[in-house]
């Protein structure tokens, strides 16, 4: 899943044209009853970083997904 904010800086990127047009806004038909307490964190914690990475990006800075992180335990 690639968030619009995404694509709409990044207009070079392709996507799939059509057919997953029912996600925009998925997230916000949810309730927490709807799902398994384990789905609704991860879900939090999504929108959490989404909204990190966005404004990393708005202020300029380039922005890394999990796979570029290092692991530092």
Known sequence: MVAE??????????TIDRGAE?????CDQ????E????DWSHLEEL???QREQREL???GYPIAGPSTRQNHM
């Open 47 to 49: 929108k959490d970083w």
């Open 30 to 33: 949810l309730t927490r009853e």
């Open 5 to 14: 904010w995404w694509v709409e800086k990044n207009p070079e990127f392709k």
């Open 22 to 26: 029912w996600l925009g806004g998925f």
């Open 35 to 38: 799902l398994h307490p384990a």
């Open 57 to 59: 990006m708005d202020n």
